[in-house]
């Protein structure tokens, strides 16, 4: 039996993807065939050879909790569907752009765009996205919605690129950073992951013109326990269910939180991990030892319980709010 976001999820999702289709458009003439179908392929519409298809995307949590807020708060989702496009093709602006500077060559088994058409098309391709969510945004007129409140939700949104890249500037800085203290970490993650899900619920909100307040609470406290997580899996995960090698970001020497708690209280850590034949056996065995594994699970489980508190006093008794609830237990639960 389904739960009820999953429901929800079942009936909005169509409809979502369509508003996101008519959005990005189509070409008009043959000199737009690879554009628009770099755009497409990023999004799972489309292979490797530009052919209709339908591949995985992701799960567009985003948009949905937008929806899920609108409709919590008493409004139509879809007077909503617009807003919660925008904000999903500007998600998928952020992971193109990250793929090049990331220099990842796949994502979600797929080539990513750079990789198949190179880092110059693939810029510009993220950069259509971040055009194109905009232009989303003004189709909330079509839908009815008055003037003052889409400028009203076009400055959230506005605040939310910024942060987004304001976020992607520290995790890149990080890279070359000798050392990064747990405050540095978590202001990154802040903007990185957490400001777009604080922004798909204001904006989910505003729409139905509910008090925003607690619900954009809930989402950054949402955003910050899932990263957390992540960073969890990304070390200890099963990669019979995660589909990445054993401890892939020791690997690869990611600073996460696990890590940069180690590098603070472990005397010699940070030279063990900066040197690339420390096995990663050594380096998991330290992790424990110091406790860095409890302390980043204790830190998840602490953001984890400011946003079922910052719902519960958004005050939303009614089926939608109950979805929210269900849908931050699964996103914090997952092995994935």
Known sequence: MRSTW???????????????????????????????????????????????????????????????????????????????????????????????????ETRRGRPTVWALWGVAQAINAGDALFVIAHRALWRLRQRGVPAERILEVAERFDAACLMLTKGQHLDLAFETADRVTVADYLEMIRGKTAALLAASLGIGARLAGFPHQELEAF???????????DDLLGIWGDPAVTGKPVADDL???????????????APGFAERYHAPDTPLEVLLRDLEACGARAEAEATAAAFTRQALEALERAGLRNPYGEALRELALALLSRSR
């Not at 799972?44 to 992701?58: E, S």
């Open 251 to 265: 690997r690869v020497r990611k600073k996460t939180l696990p890590v940069i708690y180690a590098m603070e209280r």
């Open 6 to 104: 999953e429901s929800f999820f079942a009936e909005w999702l169509p409809p979502l993807e369509a508003e996101m289709r008519q959005a990005v458009g189509e070409p008009t003439h043959p000199g737009e065939q690879l554009f628009y179908g770099m755009l497409m392929y990023h999004l799972g519409w489309a292979d490797a050879q530009l052919r209709p298809a339908r591949v995985d995307a992701g799960k567009r949590i985003r948009p949905m909790l937008c929806l899920l807020a609108c409709a919590a708060g008493g409004g139509d989702p879809a007077q909503a569907l617009p807003a919660a496009a925008a904000i999903e093709l500007l998600h998928n602006f952020s992971l193109i752009h990250d793929d090049i500077q990331d220099r990842s």
């Open 219 to 229: 989402g950054e406290a949402l955003g910050m326990a899932f990263q957390v997580q």
